[in-house]
């Protein structure tokens, strides 16, 4: 019985162990990345006579098939295996026998990990590259297609100053293309250090040509101390600095969708395809995408603080902790994909109810920046002007009139030279129209925003 007992546990024992050092569950998805890798290594190995021709051609096919079979779904990767690298050289060694074997020779796994990682996030950065512009593209047609709307713009919450609508969400596509060049140039730093070739961590005994390796790869360079070849994760933890702020950039424009979408503002309509009810409320249409992004944006942060944590008392050069730097990345980058995936065509889709932000910047005395500017131009310094503007918000707030309203009788109670045409001075119009200096919210500035962004998705090439 105790023998029974005995065994069974330690079976159990072994068993968890086992799963908890295997990477296999989450590693599986650099197949390519690990196949790719190992071609290249083998037909280095061959050039530099290590391997001969025919085993180079023996590893090369056999691990085509491997690829293929994976891909059409004949190969089932083994979950019982320890990573996806233990994985490929294992089912290379029973297709072709022992030469699979050499295929490790002056390799390490810790190099070949280092690559991988390095290749994935290669692909998945140009495919969240890909989609930035999209979002960007998108931004840029809702700023065309609503360039007339008025709106008013806020700071503290408060409203400030009128300005056009397109200048407001145009500002979302700035950001994003920020976000699209650190990530770019995240990944020429990536590309231009080749770990592989670094071997365990001090290099080999062979006579390799790891230049050859990274130029194959699509590397610009390899990486000049074969410890830190293997022992850097930088470029993860920048490229999750770099998601991190665009995810930021998602969630602070979810906020405004979110509040936009209330009944407090309805200044926009999101498309039913894009919103959810209520299981008892029948009335509500919540905005949950825009919530969902703005809550996994934690997640996101959460994934770049797991990777720093774990890295931070490591000693040189590879260490077991390492291998958690994979499910922080790969969490990263699915929810930056998936919330892009969303985001998008939300935006896309949804309608601007023009007249309610017309309405909306109508009160609060939007204006009250180009009264004064109106009494400074007629030679008044600007904070006599501000004084007397704030008079006369306080003297409308009390009488339950807007700056418009005020009867130029009054206006001239408080200063003599205010004349009739102080009206269209502070038509909520005018006021935007007239800002005419670079950059601000004018008709000009918003058309040399539209034209250089379309400039930059040109030179893309995203259409
Ligand atoms: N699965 C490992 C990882 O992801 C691969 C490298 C293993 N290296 C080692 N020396 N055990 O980090």
Same mark, same amino acid.
């Given at each position: 019985?105790?023998?029974?007992?005995?065994?069974?546990?330690?079976?159990?024992?072994?068993?968890?162990?086992?799963?908890?050092?295997?990477?296999?569950?989450?590693?599986?998805?650099?197949?390519?990345?690990?196949?790719?890798?190992?071609?290249?290594?083998?037909?280095?190995?061959?050039?530099?006579?290590?391997?001969?021709?025919?085993?180079?051609?023996?590893?090369?096919?056999?691990?085509?098939?491997?690829?293929? $079979?994976?891909?059409?779904?004949?190969? #089932?990767?083994?979950?019982?295996?320890?990573?996806?690298?233990?994985?490929?050289?294992?089912?290379?060694?029973?297709?072709?026998?022992?030469?699979?074997?050499?295929?490790?020779?002056?390799?390490?796994?810790?190099?070949?990990?280092?690559?991988?990682?390095?290749?994935?996030?290669?692909?998945?950065?140009?495919?969240?590259?890909?989609?930035?512009?999209?979002?960007?593209?998108?931004?840029?047609?809702?700023?065309?297609?609503?360039?007339?709307?008025?709106?008013?713009?806020?700071?503290?919450? #408060?409203?400030?100053?009128?300005?056009?609508?397109?200048?407001?969400?145009?500002?979302?596509?700035?950001?994003?293309?920020?976000?699209?060049?650190?990530?770019?140039?995240?990944?020429?730093?990536?590309?231009?250090?080749?770990?592989?070739?670094?071997?365990? /961590?001090? =290099?080999?005994?062979?006579?390799?040509?790891?230049?050859?390796?990274?130029?194959?790869? *699509?590397?610009? *360079?390899?990486?000049?101390?074969?410890?830190?070849?293997?022992?850097?994760?930088?470029?993860?933890?920048?490229?999750?600095?770099?998601?991190?702020?665009?995810?930021?950039? /998602?969630?602070?424009?979810?906020?405004?969708? &979110?509040?936009?979408?209330?009944?407090?503002?309805?200044?926009?309509? @999101?498309?039913?395809?894009?919103?959810?009810?209520?299981?008892?409320?029948? #009335?509500?249409?919540?905005?949950?995408?825009?919530?969902?992004?703005? =809550?996994?944006?934690?997640?996101?942060?959460?994934?770049?603080?797991? @990777?720093?944590?774990?890295?931070?008392?490591?000693?040189?050069?590879?260490?077991?902790?390492?291998?958690? $730097?994979?499910?922080?990345?790969?969490?990263?980058?699915?929810?930056?994909?998936?919330? @892009?995936?969303?985001?998008?065509?939300?935006?896309?889709?949804?309608?601007?109810?023009?007249?309610?932000?017309?309405?909306?910047?109508?009160?609060?005395?939007?204006?009250?920046? $180009?009264?004064?500017?109106?009494?400074?131009?007629? =030679?008044?310094?600007?904070?006599?002007?501000?004084?007397?503007?704030?008079?006369?918000?306080?003297?409308?707030?009390?009488?339950?009139?807007? @700056?418009?309203?005020?009867?130029?009788?009054?206006?001239?109670?408080?200063?003599?030279?205010?004349?009739?045409?102080?009206?269209?001075?502070?038509?909520?119009?005018?006021?935007?129209?007239?800002? &005419?200096?670079? *950059? =601000?919210?004018?008709?000009?500035?918003?058309?040399?925003?539209?034209?250089? /962004?379309?400039?930059?998705?040109?030179?893309?090439?995203?259409?």
């Amino acid at each position: 019985m105790d023998k029974m007992w005995a065994g069974r546990f330690e079976k159990a024992l072994n068993k968890e162990a086992d799963d908890f050092n295997s990477s296999i569950h989450f590693d599986s998805r650099m197949y390519k990345q690990d196949i790719t890798g190992s071609m290249v290594h083998a037909m280095m190995l061959s050039r530099q006579g290590i391997i001969s021709k025919s085993e180079y051609k023996e590893i090369l096919n056999g691990l085509s098939g491997i690829l293929e $079979d994976i891909e059409s779904g004949k190969l #089932q990767i083994d979950m019982e295996a320890e990573d996806i690298h233990m994985f490929v050289e294992s089912e290379l060694t029973k297709r072709i026998g022992d030469t699979g074997k050499k295929l490790h020779t002056a390799r390490s796994r810790n190099d070949q990990v280092a690559l991988d990682i390095r290749l994935y996030m290669l692909q998945e950065c140009e495919a969240i590259g890909g989609q930035i512009l999209s979002l960007i593209e998108v931004i840029k047609d809702k700023a065309e297609e609503y360039k007339d709307a008025i709106m008013p713009g806020y700071t503290h919450l #408060q409203r400030a100053q009128p300005i056009s609508f397109a200048h407001h969400i145009l500002s979302y596509a700035f950001m994003l293309k920020r976000d699209y060049e650190r990530i770019s140039d995240a990944l020429k730093r990536m590309m231009s250090q080749s770990p592989i070739g670094s071997c365990a /961590l001090a =290099g080999t005994t062979y006579n390799t040509d790891r230049v050859f390796e990274a130029e194959r790869l *699509g590397f610009s *360079g390899i990486s000049l101390n074969s410890i830190d070849g293997v022992s850097d994760r930088d470029f993860c933890l920048e490229l999750m600095s770099d998601f991190s702020i665009l995810m930021m950039h /998602l969630s602070r424009f979810s906020e405004e969708i &979110i509040l936009w979408s209330s009944w407090e503002f309805k200044f926009i309509e @999101l498309d039913d395809s894009y919103t959810t009810g209520s299981s008892i409320m029948p #009335q509500k249409k919540n905005p949950d995408m825009a919530e969902l992004v703005r =809550g996994k944006t934690g997640r996101v942060y959460g994934d770049l603080m797991a @990777l720093l944590t774990t890295l931070k008392g490591l000693p040189l050069a590879y260490n077991k902790d390492m291998q958690e $730097d994979k499910e922080a990345i790969f969490d990263a980058v699915d929810t930056v994909k998936m919330c @892009l995936g969303v985001f998008t065509p939300m935006i896309a889709t949804m309608t601007v109810l023009k007249d309610n932000m017309y309405k909306a910047a109508g009160k609060g005395f939007i204006n009250a920046t $180009d009264l004064a500017d109106y009494l400074v131009k007629k =030679g008044m310094p600007f904070r006599t002007a501000y004084k007397h503007v704030g008079e006369i918000v306080a003297y409308c707030i009390k009488e339950n009139l807007v @700056l418009e309203t005020l009867p130029i009788e009054k206006y001239k109670e408080f200063d003599a030279s205010f004349q009739e045409d102080l009206y269209n001075e502070i038509s909520l119009e005018t006021c935007v129209e007239k800002r &005419i200096s670079a *950059g =601000g919210t004018g008709p000009e500035s918003v058309k040399a925003q539209i034209e250089y /962004l379309t400039e930059f998705l040109n030179e893309k090439d995203i259409h």
